[in-house]
Protein backbone atom coordinates (compact mmCIF):
# COMPACT_ATOMS: atom_id res chain seq x y z
CA UNK A 1 0.00 0.00 0.00
CA UNK A 2 1.19 3.69 -0.97
CA UNK A 3 2.82 5.58 1.92
CA UNK A 4 2.43 8.79 0.19
CA UNK A 5 0.25 11.80 1.27
CA UNK A 6 -1.05 13.17 -1.99
CA UNK A 7 -1.87 11.76 -4.72
CA UNK A 8 -1.24 14.40 -8.02
CA UNK A 9 -2.50 13.34 -11.27
CA UNK A 10 0.13 14.91 -14.29
CA UNK A 11 -1.67 17.62 -16.37
CA UNK A 12 -1.77 15.35 -19.35
CA UNK A 13 -4.22 12.92 -17.27
CA UNK A 14 -6.95 15.51 -16.76
CA UNK A 15 -10.25 13.92 -18.22
CA UNK A 16 -10.44 15.20 -21.59
CA UNK A 17 -14.75 14.92 -20.78
CA UNK A 18 -17.12 15.16 -18.09
CA UNK A 19 -19.47 12.37 -17.40
CA UNK A 20 -23.50 12.51 -17.81
CA UNK A 21 -25.43 9.90 -15.47
CA UNK A 22 -28.02 10.42 -17.55
CA UNK A 23 -26.97 8.46 -19.88
CA UNK A 24 -26.89 5.15 -17.33
CA UNK A 25 -29.77 6.15 -15.07
CA UNK A 26 -32.73 3.32 -14.95
CA UNK A 27 -35.86 5.89 -15.26
CA UNK A 28 -35.52 9.09 -16.96
CA UNK A 29 -35.45 12.40 -15.51
CA UNK A 30 -38.93 14.07 -15.27
CA UNK A 31 -39.22 16.94 -17.52
CA UNK A 32 -38.33 20.17 -16.69
CA UNK A 33 -42.09 22.27 -17.31
CA UNK A 34 -42.81 25.70 -18.41
CA UNK A 35 -43.68 28.04 -15.54
CA UNK A 36 -46.98 29.49 -17.54
CA UNK A 37 -48.50 26.70 -19.18
CA UNK A 38 -46.88 23.60 -16.92
CA UNK A 39 -46.13 21.89 -20.41
CA UNK A 40 -42.55 20.41 -21.09
CA UNK A 41 -40.24 22.86 -21.32
CA UNK A 42 -38.37 22.55 -24.99
CA UNK A 43 -34.74 24.61 -26.03
CA UNK A 44 -36.37 27.50 -27.47
CA UNK A 45 -38.10 28.53 -24.13
CA UNK A 46 -34.64 28.74 -22.48
CA UNK A 47 -32.90 30.64 -25.48
CA UNK A 48 -33.55 33.78 -24.13
CA UNK A 49 -31.36 32.69 -20.54
CA UNK A 50 -28.64 30.00 -22.18
CA UNK A 51 -26.57 30.18 -24.64
CA UNK A 52 -27.67 26.95 -26.90
CA UNK A 53 -24.46 24.48 -25.95
CA UNK A 54 -25.46 24.88 -22.30
CA UNK A 55 -29.40 24.12 -23.45
CA UNK A 56 -27.76 21.10 -25.20
CA UNK A 57 -25.81 19.86 -22.53
CA UNK A 58 -28.89 20.38 -20.19
CA UNK A 59 -30.57 18.16 -22.06
CA UNK A 60 -28.32 15.73 -23.34
CA UNK A 61 -28.52 11.28 -22.77
CA UNK A 62 -24.64 11.30 -23.93
CA UNK A 63 -22.75 9.51 -21.51
CA UNK A 64 -19.26 11.92 -22.18
CA UNK A 65 -19.29 15.17 -23.44
CA UNK A 66 -16.04 16.20 -24.68
CA UNK A 67 -14.69 19.43 -22.20
CA UNK A 68 -13.36 21.85 -25.14
CA UNK A 69 -9.41 22.39 -24.92
CA UNK A 70 -9.90 26.20 -23.95
CA UNK A 71 -11.47 25.08 -21.03
CA UNK A 72 -9.11 22.62 -20.34
CA UNK A 73 -6.44 25.18 -20.61
CA UNK A 74 -7.98 27.35 -17.80
CA UNK A 75 -8.62 24.24 -15.48
CA UNK A 76 -4.95 23.43 -16.02
CA UNK A 77 -4.56 27.22 -13.74
CA UNK A 78 -4.88 24.78 -10.34
CA UNK A 79 -6.23 21.09 -12.00
CA UNK A 80 -5.87 18.33 -11.44
CA UNK A 81 -6.88 19.01 -8.16
CA UNK A 82 -5.05 16.68 -5.25
CA UNK A 83 -6.66 13.94 -3.50
CA UNK A 84 -5.14 14.07 -0.15
CA UNK A 85 -5.07 11.11 2.62
CA UNK A 86 -6.05 12.26 5.94
CA UNK A 87 -3.35 10.76 7.71
CA UNK A 88 -2.81 12.91 10.62
CA UNK A 89 -6.67 13.04 10.85
CA UNK A 90 -6.96 9.27 11.50
CA UNK A 91 -4.27 9.24 13.78
CA UNK A 92 -6.25 12.01 15.73
CA UNK A 93 -9.40 9.90 15.48
CA UNK A 94 -7.71 6.78 16.38
CA UNK A 95 -10.09 5.27 13.79
CA UNK A 96 -8.45 2.05 11.36
CA UNK A 97 -10.38 3.71 8.56
CA UNK A 98 -8.37 5.49 6.24
CA UNK A 99 -9.83 9.11 5.25
CA UNK A 100 -8.93 10.64 1.79
CA UNK A 101 -10.38 13.73 0.51
CA UNK A 102 -10.33 16.09 -2.67
CA UNK A 103 -9.83 19.19 -2.18
CA UNK A 104 -10.60 21.63 -4.47
CA UNK A 105 -10.44 24.87 -2.57
CA UNK A 106 -6.75 25.13 -4.56
CA UNK A 107 -9.05 26.70 -7.44
CA UNK A 108 -8.74 31.01 -7.73
CA UNK A 109 -11.87 31.57 -5.88
CA UNK A 110 -11.15 28.71 -3.22
CA UNK A 111 -13.96 26.09 -4.14
CA UNK A 112 -15.37 23.62 -7.13
CA UNK A 113 -16.91 26.39 -8.69
CA UNK A 114 -14.88 27.56 -11.29
CA UNK A 115 -15.46 23.85 -12.85
CA UNK A 116 -18.48 25.08 -13.94
CA UNK A 117 -18.16 28.66 -14.29
CA UNK A 118 -15.02 28.46 -16.91
CA UNK A 119 -17.33 26.04 -19.52
CA UNK A 120 -20.25 28.34 -19.03
CA UNK A 121 -17.91 31.70 -19.39
CA UNK A 122 -17.00 30.10 -22.23
CA UNK A 123 -19.93 28.85 -24.50
CA UNK A 124 -21.54 32.19 -23.83
CA UNK A 125 -18.58 34.18 -25.29
CA UNK A 126 -18.95 31.93 -28.19
CA UNK A 127 -22.23 32.70 -28.68
CA UNK A 128 -21.61 36.61 -28.77
CA UNK A 129 -23.01 37.03 -25.29
CA UNK A 130 -21.63 40.27 -23.90
CA UNK A 131 -22.74 40.52 -19.78
CA UNK A 132 -23.80 37.63 -17.52
CA UNK A 133 -26.36 37.70 -14.39
CA UNK A 134 -26.32 35.65 -11.70
CA UNK A 135 -26.83 34.92 -8.11
CA UNK A 136 -24.56 33.83 -5.00
CA UNK A 137 -25.42 33.02 -1.38
CA UNK A 138 -21.90 32.60 0.25
CA UNK A 139 -20.18 34.28 -2.37
CA UNK A 140 -17.81 31.03 -3.69
CA UNK A 141 -20.20 30.93 -7.27
CA UNK A 142 -20.47 34.98 -7.82
CA UNK A 143 -16.39 34.87 -7.36
CA UNK A 144 -15.98 32.17 -9.50
CA UNK A 145 -18.42 33.77 -12.02
CA UNK A 146 -16.33 36.51 -11.76
CA UNK A 147 -13.17 35.03 -12.57
CA UNK A 148 -14.26 33.00 -15.45
CA UNK A 149 -16.15 36.11 -17.05
CA UNK A 150 -12.54 38.34 -16.46
CA UNK A 151 -10.97 35.37 -18.60
CA UNK A 152 -13.17 35.53 -21.31
CA UNK A 153 -14.01 39.31 -21.58
CA UNK A 154 -17.52 39.07 -20.15
CA UNK A 155 -19.21 41.62 -17.56
CA UNK A 156 -20.88 39.58 -14.78
CA UNK A 157 -23.35 41.41 -12.46
CA UNK A 158 -23.38 39.18 -9.41
CA UNK A 159 -26.61 39.67 -6.57
CA UNK A 160 -25.44 37.87 -3.14
CA UNK A 161 -28.04 37.13 -0.86
CA UNK A 162 -28.36 40.20 1.84
CA UNK A 163 -27.21 37.71 4.68
CA UNK A 164 -23.59 36.87 3.26
CA UNK A 165 -23.20 40.27 1.19
CA UNK A 166 -22.55 41.80 5.74
CA UNK A 167 -21.08 38.49 6.59
CA UNK A 168 -18.28 38.21 3.85
CA UNK A 169 -17.70 41.59 2.37
CA UNK A 170 -14.29 40.59 1.03
CA UNK A 171 -15.98 38.11 -0.90
CA UNK A 172 -17.45 41.50 -2.62
CA UNK A 173 -13.89 42.69 -3.04
CA UNK A 174 -12.49 39.42 -4.72
CA UNK A 175 -15.78 39.64 -6.96
CA UNK A 176 -14.85 43.69 -8.22
CA UNK A 177 -11.14 42.93 -8.28
CA UNK A 178 -12.16 40.44 -11.16
CA UNK A 179 -14.27 42.99 -12.99
CA UNK A 180 -17.66 41.99 -11.30
CA UNK A 181 -20.23 44.17 -9.94
CA UNK A 182 -22.04 42.64 -6.71
CA UNK A 183 -25.59 44.06 -5.30
CA UNK A 184 -26.69 43.00 -2.54
CA UNK A 185 -30.10 40.88 -2.63
CA UNK A 186 -33.31 41.94 -2.35
CA UNK A 187 -32.47 45.35 -4.46
CA UNK A 188 -34.42 47.78 -5.51
CA UNK A 189 -33.21 46.83 -8.92
CA UNK A 190 -35.72 44.06 -10.03
CA UNK A 191 -39.54 43.70 -9.58
CA UNK A 192 -38.39 40.99 -8.20
CA UNK A 193 -36.57 42.43 -5.47
CA UNK A 194 -39.01 45.52 -5.14
CA UNK A 195 -41.91 42.89 -4.33
CA UNK A 196 -39.76 40.96 -1.71
CA UNK A 197 -39.18 44.37 0.11
CA UNK A 198 -42.54 45.70 -0.35
CA UNK A 199 -43.68 42.46 1.74
CA UNK A 200 -40.79 41.83 4.22
CA UNK A 201 -38.28 45.40 4.09
CA UNK A 202 -36.21 43.62 6.64
CA UNK A 203 -35.68 40.16 4.12
CA UNK A 204 -31.77 38.61 4.78
CA UNK A 205 -32.76 37.20 1.20
CA UNK A 206 -31.71 33.56 -0.02
CA UNK A 207 -30.96 32.07 -3.01
CA UNK A 208 -34.59 31.96 -4.38
CA UNK A 209 -34.70 35.51 -4.60
CA UNK A 210 -31.18 36.10 -5.88
CA UNK A 211 -32.05 33.56 -8.90
CA UNK A 212 -35.65 35.58 -9.42
CA UNK A 213 -33.15 38.98 -9.20
CA UNK A 214 -30.36 37.52 -11.92
CA UNK A 215 -33.19 35.55 -14.47
CA UNK A 216 -35.10 38.78 -14.63
CA UNK A 217 -31.95 40.93 -15.91
CA UNK A 218 -31.09 38.37 -18.35
CA UNK A 219 -35.04 38.15 -19.67
CA UNK A 220 -35.44 41.77 -19.70
CA UNK A 221 -31.88 42.36 -21.51
CA UNK A 222 -30.47 41.36 -25.29
CA UNK A 223 -27.32 41.25 -24.17
CA UNK A 224 -27.39 39.20 -21.05
CA UNK A 225 -27.39 35.68 -20.19
CA UNK A 226 -28.30 34.55 -16.90
CA UNK A 227 -25.58 31.48 -15.39
CA UNK A 228 -26.53 29.14 -12.75
CA UNK A 229 -23.85 27.55 -10.20
CA UNK A 230 -25.56 24.32 -9.44
CA UNK A 231 -28.75 22.30 -9.52
CA UNK A 232 -29.12 22.23 -13.35
CA UNK A 233 -28.01 19.21 -15.05
CA UNK A 234 -24.92 21.00 -17.13
CA UNK A 235 -23.86 22.25 -13.73
CA UNK A 236 -23.77 18.16 -12.37
CA UNK A 237 -21.98 17.40 -15.88
CA UNK A 238 -19.11 20.01 -15.50
CA UNK A 239 -18.61 18.84 -11.87
CA UNK A 240 -17.97 15.09 -12.80
CA UNK A 241 -14.31 16.41 -13.39
CA UNK A 242 -13.81 16.19 -9.90
CA UNK A 243 -15.51 11.84 -9.32
CA UNK A 244 -13.22 11.26 -12.53
CA UNK A 245 -10.07 12.47 -11.29
CA UNK A 246 -10.70 11.13 -8.00
CA UNK A 247 -11.21 7.87 -9.12
CA UNK A 248 -7.80 7.66 -10.76
CA UNK A 249 -6.11 9.21 -7.92
CA UNK A 250 -7.70 6.32 -5.54
CA UNK A 251 -6.59 3.84 -8.05
CA UNK A 252 -2.86 5.44 -7.88
CA UNK A 253 -3.78 5.04 -4.04
CA UNK A 254 -4.05 1.14 -4.47
CA UNK A 255 -7.44 1.84 -3.09
CA UNK A 256 -11.13 2.41 -3.44
CA UNK A 257 -13.93 4.06 -1.23
CA UNK A 258 -16.54 1.97 0.78
CA UNK A 259 -18.09 5.81 1.68
CA UNK A 260 -18.30 8.69 -0.92
CA UNK A 261 -18.97 11.97 1.15
CA UNK A 262 -20.46 15.20 0.33
CA UNK A 263 -22.44 18.22 0.96
CA UNK A 264 -25.03 19.07 -0.53
CA UNK A 265 -26.70 22.80 -1.21
CA UNK A 266 -28.15 22.55 -4.86
CA UNK A 267 -26.40 19.43 -5.27
CA UNK A 268 -23.36 20.00 -7.35
CA UNK A 269 -20.38 18.94 -5.80
CA UNK A 270 -22.18 16.21 -4.41
CA UNK A 271 -22.77 15.17 -8.46
CA UNK A 272 -19.52 15.89 -9.26
CA UNK A 273 -17.63 13.57 -6.91
CA UNK A 274 -20.51 10.72 -6.44
CA UNK A 275 -22.15 10.66 -10.02
CA UNK A 276 -19.32 8.59 -11.66
CA UNK A 277 -19.04 6.05 -7.86
CA UNK A 278 -23.02 5.99 -8.70
CA UNK A 279 -22.06 4.88 -12.81
CA UNK A 280 -20.15 2.07 -11.02
CA UNK A 281 -22.35 0.80 -8.58
CA UNK A 282 -25.16 0.57 -11.30
CA UNK A 283 -23.02 -1.86 -12.61
CA UNK A 284 -22.80 -3.82 -9.54
CA UNK A 285 -20.07 -2.20 -7.33
CA UNK A 286 -21.59 -1.15 -3.99
CA UNK A 287 -19.90 1.95 -2.41
CA UNK A 288 -22.17 4.15 -0.26
CA UNK A 289 -23.13 7.29 -1.43
CA UNK A 290 -23.84 10.25 1.33
CA UNK A 291 -24.96 13.63 0.50
CA UNK A 292 -25.22 15.87 3.89
CA UNK A 293 -27.20 19.09 4.01
CA UNK A 294 -27.75 21.57 7.09
CA UNK A 295 -30.58 20.96 9.33
CA UNK A 296 -31.95 24.22 9.28
CA UNK A 297 -32.29 23.35 5.30
CA UNK A 298 -32.84 20.13 5.16
CA UNK A 299 -34.45 19.64 1.58
CA UNK A 300 -33.44 15.74 1.09
CA UNK A 301 -34.20 14.73 4.60
CA UNK A 302 -37.55 16.88 5.09
CA UNK A 303 -38.39 18.14 1.69
CA UNK A 304 -41.06 16.78 -0.67
CA UNK A 305 -40.51 15.54 -3.69
CA UNK A 306 -42.51 18.11 -6.26
CA UNK A 307 -42.78 19.63 -8.80
CA UNK A 308 -41.46 23.51 -7.72
CA UNK A 309 -40.10 26.36 -8.81
CA UNK A 310 -36.18 27.57 -8.73
CA UNK A 311 -36.96 30.43 -7.55
CA UNK A 312 -38.88 32.60 -5.41
CA UNK A 313 -40.65 34.37 -7.56
CA UNK A 314 -41.38 31.82 -9.89
CA UNK A 315 -39.58 33.15 -12.58
CA UNK A 316 -37.74 29.28 -13.96
CA UNK A 317 -39.49 26.14 -15.31
CA UNK A 318 -40.61 23.89 -12.81
CA UNK A 319 -38.65 20.87 -12.12
CA UNK A 320 -39.14 17.85 -10.12
CA UNK A 321 -37.04 17.99 -7.05
CA UNK A 322 -36.52 17.49 -3.03
CA UNK A 323 -37.89 20.70 -1.96
CA UNK A 324 -38.86 22.78 1.02
CA UNK A 325 -40.92 24.79 -1.26
CA UNK A 326 -39.82 28.01 -3.16
CA UNK A 327 -41.32 30.20 -0.76
CA UNK A 328 -39.96 29.00 2.29
CA UNK A 329 -36.83 31.13 4.12
CA UNK A 330 -34.08 28.84 5.78
CA UNK A 331 -33.16 30.91 8.26
CA UNK A 332 -29.66 33.13 8.51
CA UNK A 333 -26.23 30.29 8.43
CA UNK A 334 -23.05 30.86 7.81
CA UNK A 335 -23.18 28.03 5.04
CA UNK A 336 -24.91 30.40 2.72
CA UNK A 337 -24.22 27.90 0.04
CA UNK A 338 -25.99 25.56 1.30
CA UNK A 339 -29.65 27.63 1.91
CA UNK A 340 -31.41 26.62 -1.25
CA UNK A 341 -34.88 25.14 -1.03
CA UNK A 342 -34.78 23.09 -3.47
CA UNK A 343 -32.01 19.85 -5.11
CA UNK A 344 -30.68 19.11 -8.11
CA UNK A 345 -33.49 17.19 -10.06
CA UNK A 346 -30.88 14.79 -10.92
CA UNK A 347 -29.77 14.27 -7.59
CA UNK A 348 -32.90 14.02 -6.20
CA UNK A 349 -33.56 11.70 -8.77
CA UNK A 350 -30.95 9.50 -7.42
CA UNK A 351 -32.42 9.98 -3.79
CA UNK A 352 -35.67 8.76 -5.27
CA UNK A 353 -33.90 5.78 -6.63
CA UNK A 354 -32.42 4.68 -4.00
CA UNK A 355 -29.09 5.23 -4.84
CA UNK A 356 -28.29 7.45 -2.21
CA UNK A 357 -28.47 8.20 1.33
CA UNK A 358 -28.90 11.58 2.89
CA UNK A 359 -28.43 12.90 6.64
CA UNK A 360 -28.16 16.84 8.05
CA UNK A 361 -26.40 17.72 10.58
CA UNK A 362 -26.54 21.28 12.85
CA UNK A 363 -24.00 23.80 11.73
CA UNK A 364 -22.39 23.99 15.79
CA UNK A 365 -21.21 20.38 15.30
CA UNK A 366 -20.12 20.89 11.64
CA UNK A 367 -17.77 23.61 13.18
CA UNK A 368 -16.45 21.59 15.80
CA UNK A 369 -15.55 18.89 13.30
CA UNK A 370 -13.76 21.57 10.59
CA UNK A 371 -11.77 23.00 14.08
CA UNK A 372 -10.69 19.28 14.15
CA UNK A 373 -9.97 18.48 11.10
CA UNK A 374 -7.98 21.94 10.32
CA UNK A 375 -5.57 21.35 13.71
CA UNK A 376 -5.05 18.27 12.06
CA UNK A 377 -4.56 18.79 8.67
CA UNK A 378 -3.85 22.78 8.50
CA UNK A 379 -6.94 23.78 5.85
CA UNK A 380 -9.51 25.52 7.34
CA UNK A 381 -13.11 24.18 5.58
CA UNK A 382 -15.84 26.73 4.07
CA UNK A 383 -18.88 25.91 6.70
CA UNK A 384 -20.68 24.44 3.53
CA UNK A 385 -17.83 21.77 3.36
CA UNK A 386 -17.49 21.77 7.19
CA UNK A 387 -20.98 19.00 7.12
CA UNK A 388 -19.22 16.70 4.80
CA UNK A 389 -15.85 16.73 7.47
CA UNK A 390 -18.83 15.95 9.84
CA UNK A 391 -20.05 13.09 8.59
CA UNK A 392 -16.71 11.53 7.48
CA UNK A 393 -15.44 11.89 11.12
CA UNK A 394 -18.52 10.19 11.97
CA UNK A 395 -17.70 7.12 9.70
CA UNK A 396 -14.68 7.26 10.80
CA UNK A 397 -15.59 7.06 14.59
CA UNK A 398 -18.03 4.60 13.08
CA UNK A 399 -15.17 2.46 11.78
CA UNK A 400 -13.25 3.03 15.39
CA UNK A 401 -16.60 1.28 17.02
CA UNK A 402 -17.46 -1.48 14.61
CA UNK A 403 -13.20 -2.34 14.46
CA UNK A 404 -13.54 -1.88 10.32
CA UNK A 405 -10.55 -0.47 8.87
CA UNK A 406 -12.71 0.68 5.64
CA UNK A 407 -11.77 3.27 3.34
CA UNK A 408 -13.55 6.46 3.58
CA UNK A 409 -13.62 9.67 1.05
CA UNK A 410 -15.35 12.99 1.06
CA UNK A 411 -15.45 16.46 -1.06
CA UNK A 412 -13.69 19.17 0.75
CA UNK A 413 -15.09 21.28 -1.60
CA UNK A 414 -13.71 24.59 0.02
CA UNK A 415 -11.28 26.46 2.20
CA UNK A 416 -12.96 28.84 4.16
CA UNK A 417 -10.38 31.58 4.32
CA UNK A 418 -13.26 34.24 3.53
CA UNK A 419 -15.49 32.64 6.00
CA UNK A 420 -13.21 33.62 9.83
CA UNK A 421 -16.38 35.28 10.63
CA UNK A 422 -18.30 32.36 10.99
CA UNK A 423 -15.13 30.92 12.66
CA UNK A 424 -15.19 33.80 14.86
CA UNK A 425 -18.73 33.33 15.96
CA UNK A 426 -18.15 30.18 16.56
CA UNK A 427 -15.33 30.50 19.41
CA UNK A 428 -17.15 33.31 20.77
CA UNK A 429 -20.30 30.66 21.11
CA UNK A 430 -22.15 33.43 18.87
CA UNK A 431 -23.84 30.82 17.15
CA UNK A 432 -26.84 28.95 17.48
CA UNK A 433 -28.59 26.01 15.97
CA UNK A 434 -31.75 27.12 14.89
CA UNK A 435 -34.28 24.24 15.29
CA UNK A 436 -36.11 23.82 12.24
CA UNK A 437 -39.77 25.67 11.59
CA UNK A 438 -42.04 22.48 10.89
CA UNK A 439 -45.61 25.29 10.65
CA UNK A 440 -43.40 27.64 8.10
CA UNK A 441 -42.54 23.87 6.48
CA UNK A 442 -46.17 23.14 5.86
CA UNK A 443 -46.94 27.00 4.73
CA UNK A 444 -44.44 26.64 2.12
CA UNK A 445 -45.71 23.21 0.48
CA UNK A 446 -49.07 24.50 0.85
CA UNK A 447 -47.99 27.02 -2.29
CA UNK A 448 -45.90 24.07 -4.07
CA UNK A 449 -47.33 24.40 -8.06
CA UNK A 450 -49.92 22.10 -8.71
CA UNK A 451 -48.19 20.25 -11.57
CA UNK A 452 -46.94 16.63 -11.97
C1 LIG B 1 -17.53 25.60 -0.70
C2 LIG B 1 -18.92 25.22 -1.11
N1 LIG B 1 -19.31 23.94 -0.97
C3 LIG B 1 -20.55 23.56 -1.31
C4 LIG B 1 -21.48 24.46 -1.80
C5 LIG B 1 -22.86 23.96 -2.09
O1 LIG B 1 -23.20 23.97 -3.43
P1 LIG B 1 -23.37 22.63 -4.25
O2 LIG B 1 -24.31 21.75 -3.49
O3 LIG B 1 -23.91 23.07 -5.55
O4 LIG B 1 -22.03 22.03 -4.38
C6 LIG B 1 -21.11 25.80 -2.00
C7 LIG B 1 -22.08 26.75 -2.56
O5 LIG B 1 -21.88 27.92 -2.61
C8 LIG B 1 -19.80 26.18 -1.63
O6 LIG B 1 -19.41 27.45 -1.77
Known sequence: MSESTKYFLPEDRMPKAWYNLAADLPTPLPPALHPGTGQPIGPADLAPIFPNAVIEQEVSTERWIEIPEPVREVYRLWRPSPLIRARRLEQALGTPAKIFFKYEGVSPAGSHKPNTAVPQAFYNKQEGVKRLSTETGAGQWGSSLAFAGSLFGLEVEVYM??????????RRALMETYGATCIAS???L????????????????????????????????DDTKYALGSVLNHVCLHQTIIGEEAMMQMEMAGESPDVVIACTGGGSNFAGLAFPYVRENLKGAKVRIVGVEPASCPTLTKGLYAYDFGDTGK????????????TFMPPGSHSGGLRYH?????????????????RSYHQTECFAAAVQFARAEGIVPAPESSHAVKAAIAEALRCKEEGKAETILFNLSGHGHFDMQAYTDYFSGKLIDPQF???????ALEELPKAG
Do not use: C, F, W
Not at 161 to 170: A, C, E, I, L, R
Not at 345 to 354: A, I, K, R, T, Y
Not at 437 to 443: E, F, K, P
Open 161 to 170: VKVSYNQKPY
Open 437 to 443: DQQALAA
Open 186 to 188: PST
Open 342 to 358: GMAPMVSHVMELGLMEA
Open 190 to 221: TQAGRDILARHPDSNGSLGIAISEAVEVAASR
Open 315 to 326: LTPMVKMHTLGA
